[in-house]
């Protein structure tokens, strides 16, 4: 064997040395940047979860609201249709006995005329 066939193998030991070092220091500086886009993907995506939860919550009041309304309305409708019923059972029986009603009748008070 040459006289330079250690010193030949001792600078290719060495090159494939900083070749594995350079090669390790490349993926730690790649796997910090995936995990870096990683994250931002995650923040973005939280970020959206967010704005449509917001949205949803904001639909949900406003239904809820409605259903609020709603249901106010039907009690007045309900209440106002005992009062009709009430009302039409008292002439119906005012109507078959003949008789007038007196001012001692519990009859709700009049509106007055709306002006148009």
Sequence with gaps: MPDWAPWLQAGLTALL???FVVMVGKMRQQSSHIRGLQDRVQGLENSRALERTSGLEQQLRTT???LQVVE?????LQALSS?????SDQLR???ST???PSPDDDLPPLLPPVKP
């Design 17 to 19: 040395a900083v070749l």
């Design 98 to 100: 003949g008789t007038k």
């Design 93 to 95: 029986e005012f109507r």
């Design 83 to 87: 009062d009709n019923k009430r009302l």
């Design 64 to 66: 809820v609201e409605r």
């Design 72 to 76: 106010r309305s039907n009690a007045h």
